[in-house]
């Protein structure tokens, strides 16, 4: 049960740093912050997102960097990246660079920080 639990604040915590990623930038690109305009920029990431997930089998170890962590940022990047091109979105090198890095810190990076806290946690509870 708990790791099914883990699993799903895992999800969650990515979706949210990827909507996080999204509005930051619309936001620098003086875009509005309005629903449509949100969830067009959004929806390309957001399956990329769930894509590795699924072809990572991330629920079995959602914490982990190696083994989801880093191919479910790179999908997530690569993939949001095709859709956009593919839906007559903008797709410039510059944008690429960007993405790739910053959503690299948000989803690699929250997983450096909860890689110690669960480590203490279980061996407290050992």
């Known amino acids: 049960m708990k790791t099914w639990r883990t699993a ?5 915590i990515d ?3 990827v909507l996080v990623f999204v509005l930051v930038g619309r936001r620098s690109h003086g875009e509005a912050a309005n629903a449509v305009g949100v969830f067009d920029t959004l929806w390309p990431f957001l ?3 769930i894509f590795g997930w699924l072809v ?4 079995r170890r959602p914490l982990a960097i190696l083994w989801p962590g880093i191919p ?3 999908m ?5 990246m095709l859709l956009r091109v593919s839906a007559g979105q903008g797709v410039e090198p510059s944008f690429i660079v960007v993405a790739t890095i910053v959503l690299g810190v948000f989803l690699i990076g929250w997983r450096l920080i909860a890689m110690p806290i669960t480590r203490r946690r279980a061996v407290r509870r050992a």
């Open 76 to 80: 997530t990047v690569a993939a949001g």
């Open 15 to 17: 979706i949210v740093l």
């Open 56 to 59: 990572t089998f991330a629920w």
């Open 8 to 12: 799903l604040v895992a999800f969650a």
């Open 47 to 49: 399956v990329g997102l």
């Open 72 to 74: 479910v940022w790179l």
